[in-house]
């Protein structure tokens, strides 16, 4: 259809004949935050990412419709089917995959309350000529609301199934079901003036928007969509009352308002920090290290080893470099509970729809840095995992965007295990020197993102984002979450910490591990004033900075750094890039070269901050402490 | 809305029962048997249907009332940017760069779509219907407002 007319002929054959046993993939779509996911849940019983971010969902989820061997995919939230920005580049390729092949179905989630933004999408669905099922999800809210929407006259108007659910709970998912056969193309009468028209349906048929500039017809052709869709729905909905979930409602505001949402935005963070700082990295750690590794695991592992003839292979396993009495002790005993509580945090703001509330609260600091309030989802993100972070940097609508966010979560941005470790040293020091650590760390982020933001080429997105209704969080998809994030993790970070137990062992062994030490000396303990045996710390921290800050706090315990030590132990660490992990992301999403750069950027900065905390710290007079 | 070719078109208002446009002053008032109607009195008849609203510009107790019940005076609107926050506009057209106007468009911003701006600060807060959207400043200055129909 390289010329396809403003309006195709309508009365397409159904997707799958009737009696046939079904489609055999179901494409998830719809707006940001009409629950996409929990109808995903609800149809394969299985657990996605559900979030309320728009533009979270990155990665596609993918399960099998109960009882079925029907795929069924989940696909980011978009406002039009023609992606302006890399993330709903995903849901566009998924559509166009779904439209290419036969027996494929596109179910487009809607919210009822809605009904005209997601009609445009519908409108779109006809032009491609895809097989779809409209599915009113939130039917309840829009009922409370006062909103009345004629299902039969919608379905006859577009030519559709048109199906009401409430996906979380479950109601009038088995209709949607039993409705995937009956899926059509959606009508496509437009109008639309022939100037708009046909640029739209040849952009649509060759699946390709022209990089960088976005035409200048696409908003004539998304207002004439608009133009239309508003006339169906207000013929087959009616209007919402203003009032109603009058709490949400209030909350949301607040939580945005230029005075109230300051002290909203402070009892945030408070709580994450008494969450995950106080609770995490205190009281868990406390129990599961202490009690359960030092008291139990370790002392049974070793006499287990006790009967193993060779010194080497114990040592191996269980010494002072040991793989299970430091690396699994290291990754299961404090990074595990740190990492598990932040992310459980995490997902309760997200599933709150707090997070891009924290987007309005923080652009203009975001601004000073060339970014805009939407790269604060990948910088808290990042506060657990900045690999899975510089990950969403997708979100961000430029590249120059995308790459000063890559570069201020390798360089200042903590990961949860590595936040947990330096909060619970910094508790240890008085107030007045973990000020400096803060003050350090953020003043470098500012500093490197003014310089960066004025030296990188390109320009700065512009900041829309879409505040969802604050809702509470469902306890099972907050649990879910969790866990599959734990698991990424773990699956990440476990094999970097015994390959850098690994490589310590085997420098010990040979010798090798002390004169490495000597050679770091002038750097560790000239310029930083550290003790030599620090050295070690920071070379595994080249594999992951937390598993170095571990070490440290090791050391620290241990009662082998005053505060200024501590402090600049701590700030240096703090600003190495995260892990060898994030090295390989960055890699992978701008290339080998881009990487290095930061990395050839970042090491020497870090000393070199490191050095100037020490030199201002003593001036300050912290080494009386 | 009834639109009529107005010649003096900042003074024009538009009656708030029947819609009808007119420019105020003339002999409505008196044509309609308004038993106050001499000199300067502060309410408009609209020649129409005769409903009455006071002169806000004429009448110092009109505004101050308005303002105790928390309800400003109507505004030409200009650009969302230029909307005072808590006020309602209707968009008029999207002006700037084409890849700004598509993702709005996509949002839901078109001609003739009721906007309601909550606030201004940190970033100006808008609401179209059920969608709430954050946009900042120059975002906001290519969202120009109907006059007209600002309230």
Known sequence: MA??????????????????????RVVLLGNPNVGKSALFNALTGLRATVSNYPGTTVEIYRGRLLGTETEVVDSPG????????????VTWDLV?????????????????????????????LGQLEVPTVLVLNMSDEARERGIRIDAAGLEAALGVPVRA???????GVDEVTSALTSARVPRNHIPMSEDVAGPALQLLADG???????????????????????????RFATDAEPRGRAFSRHLGRIAVHPAWGWPVLAAVLWGLYEVVGVFGAGT???????????????????????????AAARDLFVGEYGLITMGLSYGLA??????????????????????????????????????????????????????????????????????LAMLLLALGVPCSAQLGVILAMLAAVPVSAAAVWFVAVAGVMVAVGWLAARLLPGERGDFVVELPPMRLPSLGNVLSKTAARVEWYLKEALPLFLLGTFVLFVLDRARLLDSIIRAGQPLVTGVLGLPAEASAAFLIGFLRRDFAATRLFDMSRGGGLDVVQLVVAMVTITLFIPCIANVFMIAKERGWRTAAAIAAFIFPLAFAVGGLVRVVMLGLGFGGI | MTTL???????????????????????????????????????????????????????????????????????????????????????????????????????GFAPGVAVHLVQRTPTFVVELGETTIAVEQRVAEAIVLDDTASR
């Open chain 1, 96 to 124: 166009r995959q779904a439209r290419a092949e036969g027996g494929a179905v596109v179910v487009q989630v809607a919210d009822a309350k809605n009904l005209r933004r997601a009609l445009l999408l519908t409108l779109q």
């Open chain 1, 78 to 89: 978009l406002n039009s089917i023609l992606p302006l920005s890399e993330d709903e580049r």
């Open chain 1, 334 to 403: 404090i990074v595990l509970p740190i990492v598990a509580t932040f992310f459980t945090a995490f997902a309760l703001l997200e599933d709150s729809g707090y997070l891009p509330r924290l987007a309005v609260m923080t652009d203009r600091i975001f601004r000073v840095m060339g970014l805009n309030g939407k790269a604060v989802l990948p910088m808290v993100l990042g506060l657990g995992c900045d690999t899975m972070a510089t990950l969403t940097t997708r979100i961000l609508p430029t590249r120059k965007e995308r790459l």
């Open chain 1, 208 to 234: 390709e928007t022209p990089p960088g500039a976005v035409p200048a017809f696409l908003s004539r052709y998304h207002e004439a969509l608009l133009a239309h869709a508003g006339e169906i729905a207000g």
């Open chain 1, 3 to 24: 010329t396809a007319p403003a309006t195709l002929p309508e009365g397409p054959a159904p997707a799958v004949a009737p009696g046939a046993p079904g489609p055999r």
């Open chain 1, 284 to 310: 868990l750690v406390d129990l599961v290290e202490t009690g359960l590794f030092h008291g139990y695991v370790n002392p049974w592992v070793t006499s287990l080893f006790a009967v193993v003839p060779w």
């Open chain 1, 165 to 171: 659910t409430v996906a979380t709970r479950g109601l």
């Open chain 2, 5 to 107: 070719p107005l010649a003096a078109g900042s003074d024009a208002v538009t009656c708030a029962l029947c819609g009808f446009e007119y420019v105020p002053g003339g002999d409505s008032c008196r044509e309609h048997g308004c038993p106050v109607a001499f000199g300067t009195c502060a309410t408009r008849h609209c020649p129409r249907c005769g409903y009455a609203v006071p002169d806000e510009r004429r009448s110092l107790t009109a505004r101050l009332v308005r303002r105790l019940l928390g309800r400003r005076p109507p505004a030409a609107a200009g650009t969302l940017a230029e909307l005072p926050a808590g006020r309602h506009g209707v968009v008029a057209r999207l002006e700037g760069d084409p890849g700004l106007l598509a993702r709005l468009t996509a949002q």
